[in-house]
């Protein structure tokens, strides 16, 4: 019987319903895991064009396919839809990323009017949830109309950058991507202006951490990927101790995420806070795809090359990146005051220069000596904390 009530059940703001919770639906969880193949195939684009240009369109790239998945993630935390348009429409989202991800490889070329076109039904989708939720608004907090008539919007500019010549296709596509943004955190006609855009805390943290774990799987995947295409017999003790080390050190990255800020709530409800909360998860989810694909790079060198110089500036700057996200996130999640002790800024700080340090010295010295700094800024991450936990628990017992 409940099945039946859920799927011809229109959606409903959170805030009015009582038994609301932060689980995350299994719709969700598919429409998370379609992910998995997008970013990896975006983190393949990057591996074959690690140059400036590639890097913009890489990140511009991320950009895009972080919001299909945040604005989605926004709408179903903000409001409960598990009925049968909601889930066709989650099933036709689906389907756009499908082509998008199919269409990266080629995105500078023949398949640009396929992902352009395809992210335009995509923002048209979420319109379309928008639009349905609009009768649970008040008159003087019309939300859902708001949300919907912004995405119809640029549901059509993405379109008709399909059609335009280039370079004027990829402008008007960034600058629609910027105006995603935008259209959140405006001051006065931004929706964070509305009393009921609050999205269920507990529920996009889950959702931040699902998509780490995602992303950082994928790190393993590529790593393990690419020592096949290569052939592990083929490889040196060097290689295989260098792959080796990769794998810890993504195993190392969440521990720390986790550890620090993962499935962490947002401290308060304050915008600045939520607008912090919500860049600097922007900013990690984009390091831990970067370092993921430089760690690729160990699979090309011993011990004593240099590390691929594309590979080896990637992940420099991506680690740098993590550390001072999470950093920041420290700051303005909840309940997570006495692991912030141990975690604290001189910890973060440390690694950061380690890893600016590695970015100027990696294309002088052999791998061994760059993975020795990388294992030196990351690791303390993990064993400082732990050196002041145990001595502080070893101070307790002597009292």
């Given at each position: 019987?409940?099945?039946?009530?859920?799927?011809?059940?229109?959606?409903?703001?959170?805030?009015?319903?009582?038994?609301?919770?932060?689980?995350?639906?299994?719709?969700?969880?598919?429409?998370?895991l379609?992910?998995?193949?997008t970013?990896?195939?975006?983190?393949?684009?990057?591996?074959?064009?690690?140059?400036?240009?590639?890097?913009?369109?890489?990140?511009?790239?991320?950009l895009?396919?972080?919001?299909?998945?945040a604005?989605?993630?926004?709408?179903?935390?903000?409001?409960?839809?598990?009925?049968?348009?909601?889930?066709?429409?989650?099933?036709?989202?689906?389907?756009?990323?499908?082509?998008?991800?199919?269409?990266?490889?080629?995105?500078?070329?023949?398949?640009?009017?396929?992902?352009?076109?395809?992210?335009?039904?995509?923002?048209?989708?979420?319109?379309?949830?928008?639009?349905r939720?609009?009768?649970?608004?008040?008159?003087?907090?019309?939300?859902?109309?708001?949300?919907?008539?912004?995405?119809?919007?640029?549901?059509?500019?993405?379109?008709?950058?399909?059609?335009?010549?280039?370079?004027?296709?990829?402008?008007?596509?960034?600058?629609?991507?910027?105006?995603?943004?935008?259209?959140?955190?405006l001051?006065?006609?931004?929706?964070?202006?509305?009393?009921?855009?609050?999205?269920?805390?507990?529920?996009?943290?889950?959702?931040?951490?699902?998509?780490?774990?995602?992303?950082l799987?994928?790190?393993?995947?590529?790593?393990?990927?690419?020592?096949?295409?290569?052939?592990?017999?083929?490889?040196?003790?060097?290689?295989?101790?260098?792959?080796?080390?990769?794998g810890?050190?993504?195993?190392?990255?969440?521990?720390?995420?986790?550890?620090?800020?993962?499935?962490?709530?947002?401290?308060?409800?304050?915008?600045?806070?939520?607008?912090?909360?919500?860049l600097?998860?922007?900013?990690?989810?984009?390091?831990?795809?970067?370092?993921?694909?430089?760690?690729?790079?160990?699979v090309?060198?011993?011990?004593?090359?240099?590390?691929?110089?594309?590979?080896?500036?990637?992940?420099?700057?991506?680690?740098?990146?993590?550390?001072?996200?999470?950093?920041?996130?420290?700051?303005?999640?909840?309940?997570?005051?006495?692991?912030?002790?141990?975690?604290?800024?001189?910890?973060?700080?440390?690694?950061?220069?380690?890893?600016?340090?590695?970015?100027?010295?990696?294309?002088?010295?052999?791998?061994?000596?760059?993975?020795?700094?990388?294992?030196?800024?990351?690791?303390?991450q993990v064993?400082?904390?732990i050196?002041?936990?145990?001595?502080?628990?070893?101070?307790?017992?002597?009292?």
């Amino acid at each position: 019987m409940a099945l039946n009530g859920n799927l011809w059940r229109r959606p409903r703001h959170y805030m009015d319903v009582d038994d609301a919770h932060d689980h995350v639906h299994w719709v969700e969880l598919f429409f998370d895991l379609i992910h998995v193949v997008t970013i990896f195939i975006l983190g393949n684009y990057l591996s074959h064009h690690l140059d400036w240009q590639g890097f913009w369109v890489f990140t511009g790239l991320f950009l895009a396919i972080f919001y299909a998945w945040a604005d989605s993630s926004v709408y179903n935390s903000l409001y409960i839809s598990t009925d049968m348009p909601h889930r066709v429409a989650m099933a036709l989202q689906i389907v756009t990323m499908m082509f998008i991800a199919a269409a990266i490889p080629a995105v500078g070329d023949n398949g640009w009017m396929f992902f352009a076109l395809g992210y335009a039904l995509n923002r048209a989708l979420t319109a379309y949830l928008y639009w349905r939720a609009r009768c649970v608004d008040t008159t003087d907090n019309a939300l859902a109309h708001e949300q919907g008539r912004n995405f119809f919007i640029l549901a059509g500019l993405f379109a008709l950058s399909a059609f335009l010549p280039n370079p004027l296709a990829y402008w008007v596509f960034g600058a629609s991507v910027v105006a995603i943004q935008l259209q959140y955190m405006l001051p006065r006609i931004g929706t964070l202006r509305f009393e009921r855009f609050v999205p269920r805390l507990g529920h996009i943290s889950e959702r931040f951490s699902l998509l780490m774990l995602i992303l950082l799987g994928e790190g393993f995947f590529k790593l393990v990927l690419t020592l096949a295409d290569k052939g592990v017999y083929k490889v040196g003790a060097g290689t295989l101790f260098n792959v080796a080390m990769g794998g810890f050190s993504l195993f190392a990255l969440a521990w720390i995420y986790f550890d620090c800020v993962g499935n962490a709530k947002p401290k308060s409800r304050d915008n600045g806070v939520m607008v912090r909360y919500w860049l600097a998860h922007i900013a990690i989810l984009w390091s831990a795809v970067t370092v993921g694909v430089a760690l690729a790079g160990e699979v090309y060198v011993g011990l004593w090359e240099p590390y691929p110089d594309g590979y080896g500036a990637l992940g420099s700057v991506g680690l740098a990146v993590f550390l001072a996200a999470l950093w920041t996130l420290q700051r303005v999640v909840a309940d997570r005051d006495i692991t912030c002790r141990y975690h604290s800024v001189g910890v973060r700080l440390f690694g950061i220069a380690m890893a600016l340090v590695l970015l100027a010295v990696h294309p002088f010295v052999p791998s061994i000596v760059g993975n020795s700094l990388w294992g030196l800024a990351l690791f303390s991450q993990v064993g400082v904390p732990i050196y002041r936990a145990v001595r502080e628990m070893h101070q307790l017992e002597r009292q």
